[in-house]
């Protein structure tokens, strides 16, 4: 196996590996947090909307994702697919 093999492989592993969306994280989250909080836990989300007022967060895809609304910028519901 050649250096550039092994370098590629092992940071294909590093970014596998380094995701914040685990269960452990997911069972920090509580109301009243602030979005910075929350994004300290699982990092930038992947997508946001905000429709009057509310502020719908979701970090992951369709196969495991963790959605959060914030109201006031402060986290009012959550909620989690396919966590591990």
Do not use: H
Not at 26 to 52: F, H, R, W
Request: aromatic share 6%; hydrophobic share 40%.
């Amino acid at each position: 196996m050649n250096v550039r093999m092994v370098l590629a492989m092992g940071l294909l592993l590093l970014v596998l590996g380094c995701s914040n969306l685990t269960i452990e994280n997911y069972n920090q989250i509580a109301t009243g947090m602030s979005y910075e909080e929350v994004t300290e836990l699982l990092g930038k989300p992947d997508q946001c909307d905000d429709v009057m007022g509310v502020r719908s967060c979701r970090w992951g895809d369709d196969t495991r994702s963790v959605n959060v609304n914030f109201v006031g910028g402060k986290v009012l519901l959550f909620s989690s697919s396919n966590l591990q």
